[in-house]
């Protein structure tokens, strides 16, 4: 059950950020942008081997408590650094073509081809 | 490794004369003393070597270069070798000393000469390679350096940018084939050479050339179809011949090495190297002897028409090649002997040529042959190395040139087939034409009335000394065929043979006879003949058409490019989305797997992750439907929040956290954002989607049915990979374990910092990157933009500050001010405790950088820019991605001296002996410490930079531009 959700939710906002993406509006696109990254994260997460009662810290093993899984949790931590790497990225993106052309629609960017 | 020194010595003495220094401190002369001193050193230490290959035939030295792929730096000398060797270093040493007088200016004749040396280590590599592979690089460093000079004066001439395209073109085009080739070779010698272990890959040169049956192969027709697509490019043979006059745009010493003695030989030297594993079948043989011929002919027919000097002998020197083709083409191997010592005095009277082409361009400003006449009385050294080479081109007796033209005519008469006729008229006909052309060349240039309005400046007397040397060699060889060439080729040359200088008067020699007479037939009768030849088809003519088609369908491919951005990614996810439902991937995945889940309890946990992923979801919707850009901001901020108390939820609290502080720190970078954005222009693509009459119309179903069809697949296929994950079987469970083994409490902060830390220093350089490159754009992106100058404010903007965000002077009130003192200091400390503890609990290097990042940030938000600038000194945030990376990689480097691993864990506190003492308060001193505080200091300074770029004020943008207008003067 709790699969099909995260399956779900996860197609939902994958889409959903598609159709940000696809729309004309740059700053809407961005954020759909870094929707599409949350999706990802998520699918991480949901992908791990096994779920627990406790985080995985030494302790918990010791005490014999099933612990998530850490190395999911590992691939997520890098994963969001470097999306937010490439947020920002999009952003500065974003703000250079509000200034150059003076709009944040993209059907009036249109001098890119030259 | 004597070799290996002999093959880099050019490439050391190309980065040598590339250095500032060397230019500066070393005259023109002294460069040019050292670079024919070291080919002329080289050359006498390949003469040296000579009793070594006597005695073993075949010397081969290998270096290890990619052992685990069998690939080698492997030399292979033998007589082959070293006769090219000796052509490449001998004429190498008059070429270069040639061209230290060929330049007027030093600064051109360095850069010439960089390339020049690059281009001899290239050729040296080439033919004492003992590897195919090797030999290939090599083969395509030939490529790219004669591409350089050959457009070394493209920055002036159209003609040598187009003649250097061509080369490049032509060559390499043909070594993507030989690569091919060579590949195919390598497998079937393997196949051969070990054939229980099938599959194996042999590009030793020594074992390919010992094999026997390679000829019997079932993929020998294609290989050796490739290799030969590839030396006939090279080679310059028809119908690849074109590019070879193209390249006579070239400098004349470029010239003079490449196009004569040297690159197009190296077609001819793989050609020859491969024969004894190749010549047993006939396919081999034919192509050689036919394209040959042909190449033989219609270069000689091409010559005599030029009117240009250089493309006279450029194409002579096609005509020559094609007749080693052919002679390489013999069966069995007959012609190989006269191949060798045609190469040998082509190489010496074409080299000396094509000096006295350069010389008489130097001297003469010209080298259009209707030009020129009369030079003998100006130029009279020119002259006598003119004659002497020139005699040898046409094969008068006793010079090299008649040498090789009386073996050459001595294989193919004793070539018998059918077609024997044929080849001998072809030989005989371009024989008498390459008796022509030589006439010509003294006699249209030297002899007769020099025209009026040709000056001669007399050129340095050392610009005569390398092609007079060449002269005198091609005199003196025939003369010292016993003690000089005939040892050389006996080391080459497999069979038993006799090379006289002369037979007596056998046939052979009356036909060289008449050649000659025949060739100075033709001269008297030249002009009438020579302009009734015409071509109705070139093959330049048929190289442009082809580029036009390529041309032709870039710019038809062009039209695809609307320029508006938006709809490449429409293309691109709408094809997607097209194959997805087309293809049937759906039901492919989904058979036999359930969809709908089957069980539909609950836990009271997974009831709350239900609950948190709707919220994320319902947020995700608002982003879409909210029309304001900062509530939609907000909204998304939510959909971050949810994901991390979903993470919090999942037992991953440090996940958790780093999300909860990123999505925030992005939230603000984009309400920051928003702020520098013009309301105005965010309100009209606010009206243009929304309030239009046609909001629903085809673009939006257009996307809307994109999203649901890329929305549904990743839904379906993570819901199978979800149903199908391993349980339990991944190396989490390891992970978890050894966690101990580095002093980490948290199994995550361990995979983080140690077990793949190298992943999290790439990822540090990444965010990095990313950073720099907000700076970089944001920085040098803004200078030129449209908006914001003074007078350009558009009217109405007032009405429209309904969406305005604040500014941040207004944000700037006592409180703001107070919580943003206090508030850094306790991000500081936070960031500290969550280095060094770590490894105990939640909180890593990410988090304590993130949490200084956005305590700085808020100074940013609340003081504004420059207040924040002033307040805080010491916050440099370039000063940081730098020290960050330098700890990272230094604590990476570090343990190699323990002699362990890259990124090898390191125990400093027991190194030091207050493992005890630290670890009272719960600390570790490890490499994975010094690696977090690293992480922390580079991605505060990554945010650092982020942020300023972000909320650099743009009234100072203005400003700038005044000040890069003044600045850049150009």
Request: charged share 10%; aromatic share 10%.
């Amino acid at each position: 059950m709790i699969e099909f959700m995260f399956a779900l939710a996860i197609g939902i906002l994958f889409g959903i950020g598609v159709f940000q993406l696809l729309r004309r509006d740059l700053i809407k696109a961005a954020i759909g942008f870094a929707i599409l990254f949350s999706a990802i994260n998520l699918f991480f997460l949901a992908a791990g081997a096994f779920e627990g009662e406790a985080p995985p810290y030494l302790s918990n093993v010791l005490a014999g408590r099933p612990t998530s899984d850490p190395l999911v949790q590992a691939l997520i931590l890098t994963a969001i650094v470097v999306s937010f790497g490439s947020f920002s990225l999009v952003l500065g993106i974003v703000n250079i073509i509000s200034q150059r052309y003076d709009t944040v629609d993209s059907n009036d960017v249109t001098q890119l081809k030259h | 490794m004597s070799l290996a020194i002999i093959t880099a010595a050019p490439f050391c003495l190309a980065l040598l004369l590339a250095l500032p220094q060397t230019r500066a401190q070393l005259s023109k002369s002294a460069q040019t003393l050292l670079s024919a001193g070291l080919m002329a050193a080289l050359f006498a230490w390949l003469v040296g070597s000579f009793p070594m290959v006597q005695a073993e035939r075949v010397v081969i030295q290998q270096l290890d270069w990619v052992p685990a792929l069998g690939i080698s730096l492997s030399f292979y000398l033998d007589g082959l070798s070293l006769l090219f060797g000796l052509i490449i270093t001998g004429i190498g040493a008059l070429i270069f000393f040639f061209a230290g007088y060929y330049f007027d200016d030093a600064a051109e004749y360095n850069r010439f000469m960089v390339w020049l040396a690059g281009f001899a280590g290239a050729m040296l590599a080439l033919v004492l390679s003992g590897n195919l592979l090797m030999l290939f690089i090599a083969w395509e460093l030939t490529s790219v350096t004669s591409f350089l000079l050959i457009g070394f004066k493209g920055r002036k001439e159209s003609a040598a940018r187009e003649g250097a395209f061509k080369a490049l073109f032509v060559t390499s085009g043909g070594a993507l084939a030989l690569i091919i080739g060579l590949v195919m070779l390598g497998a079937a010698a393997g196949q051969i050479a070990s054939p229980e272990a099938s599959g194996g890959f042999v590009a030793d040169l020594d074992v390919i050339l010992q094999l026997d049956t390679l000829h019997e192969h079932a993929w020998f027709p294609l290989f050796a179809i490739l290799i030969l697509l590839g030396c006939f490019t090279k080679s310059a043979q028809f119908p690849f011949h074109f590019w070879l006059p193209g390249a006579m745009s070239a400098p004349t010493p470029a010239s003079a090495y490449l196009h004569s003695a040297t690159m197009v030989k190296a077609g001819i030297y793989l050609v020859a190297r491969l024969s004894p594993a190749m010549y047993k079948n006939a396919l081999w043989t034919d192509s050689l002897l036919s394209i040959g011929l042909l190449t033989m002919l219609v270069g000689a027919v091409f010559a005599v028409k030029q009117s240009d000097l250089k493309g006279l002998l450029a194409y002579a020197t096609v005509s020559k090649l094609g007749a080693i083709m052919a002679l390489l083409g013999l069966p069995g191997q007959a012609g190989i002997k006269a191949a060798l010592v045609g190469i040998i005095a082509h190489a010496l009277y074409k080299s000396a040529l094509f000096m006295v082409a350069g010389t008489i361009d130097h001297a003469a400003h010209t080298r259009q042959i209707s030009r020129l006449g009369g030079l003998r009385a100006e130029l009279p050294a020119l002259f006598w190395v003119t004659v002497v080479s020139a005699l040898s081109m046409a094969g008068l007796p006793f010079f090299m040139g008649f040498v090789a033209k009386e073996t050459l005519l001595d294989a193919m008469l004793h070539y018998s087939a059918p077609s024997t006729g044929l080849v001998m008229l072809a030989t005989l006909l371009s024989a008498a034409l390459a008796a022509l052309a030589a006439y010509m060349l003294i006699g249209d240039v030297f002899m007769g009335r020099r025209p009026q309005d040709l000056r001669i400046h007399k050129p340095p007397a050392p610009i005569y000394y390398g092609p007079a040397l060449l002269a005198v060699c091609s005199l003196a060889m025939g003369f010292l065929l016993d003690s000089l060439v005939i040892p050389l080729l006996r080391l080459a040359v497999p069979k038993s043979f006799s090379l006289p200088l002369f037979a007596g008067f056998n046939e052979v020699f009356w036909m060289s006879a008449g050649v000659l007479a025949a060739g100075a037939l033709l001269y008297r009768v030249r002009k009438p003949l020579i302009r009734r030849i015409t071509f109705p088809l070139s093959g330049d003519s048929l190289f442009r058409e082809f580029i036009a088609y390529i041309d032709w369908a870039g710019s038809a491919l062009l039209n695809f490019q609307s320029g508006y951005v938006r709809y490449y990614l429409v293309w691109i996810l709408g094809s997607v989305s097209l194959m997805l439902v087309v293809s049937g991937i759906f039901s492919t995945v989904t058979a036999g797997q359930t969809l709908l889940p089957q069980d539909l309890s609950v836990t009271a946990t997974d009831l709350a992750k239900i609950f948190m992923l709707l919220l994320a979801i319902v947020a995700a919707v608002l982003t879409v439907v909210l029309r304001e850009h900062v509530k939609a901001a907000i909204a998304y901020g939510v959909i971050g929040y949810a994901i991390g108390v979903i993470f919090l939820i999942n037992h991953a609290p440090d996940v958790a956290l780093v999300q909860l502080l990123v999505e925030t720190m992005a939230t603000v970078l984009v309400i920051i954002m928003l702020g520098q954005i013009r309301p105005a222009a965010r309100l009209k693509v606010i009206h243009n989607l929304w309030d239009g009459r046609h909001s629903y119309n085809f673009g939006f179903l257009r996307d809307l049915g994109i999203s649901i069809v890329i929305g549904l697949a990743v839904f379906v296929f993570s819901l199978i990979a979800l149903q199908n994950r391993p349980e339990r079987r991944s190396i989490s469970e390891w992970h978890l374990e050894n966690a101990a083994l580095v002093d980490s409490e948290d199994a995550v902060g361990a995979i983080v910092a140690d077990f793949r830390g190298t992943d999290t220093l790439l990822e540090i350089a990444v965010f990095t990157t990313a950073a720099l490159g907000v700076l970089t754009l944001l920085a040098r992106g803004r200078i030129g933009s449209k908006q914001f100058m003074p007078g350009k404010a558009p009217a109405g903007l007032n009405g429209e500050a309904n969406e305005n965000i604040q500014d941040a002077t207004s944000l700037s009130t006592p409180f703001t001010r107070l919580v943003a003192h206090f508030v850094l200091p306790v991000a500081i400390l936070i960031g500290i405790a969550q280095i060094f503890y770590g490894s105990s609990g939640p909180g890593d290097g990410f988090t304590a950088g993130v949490t200084i990042g956005l305590a700085v940030s808020l100074w940013y938000v609340v003081l504004g820019y420059d207040e924040a600038r002033r307040q805080l000194p010491w916050f440099r945030p370039e000063h940081f991605v730098r020290l960050g990376l330098v700890i990272g990689i230094v604590n990476a480097l570090f343990p190699l001296l323990l002699g362990q691993g890259f990124m090898g864990h390191v125990q400093f506190d027991k190194a030091l002996g207050i493992y005890d003492l630290v670890s009272s308060f719960g600390l570790h001193i490890t490499s994975a410490l010094v690696f977090e505080l690293a992480i922390a200091i580079t991605v505060m300074g990554g945010l650092g930079i982020i942020i300023e770029a972000i909320a650099y004020p743009l009234s100072r943008v203005a400003a700038d531009e005044g000040l890069s207008t003044v600045g850049s003067g150009e």
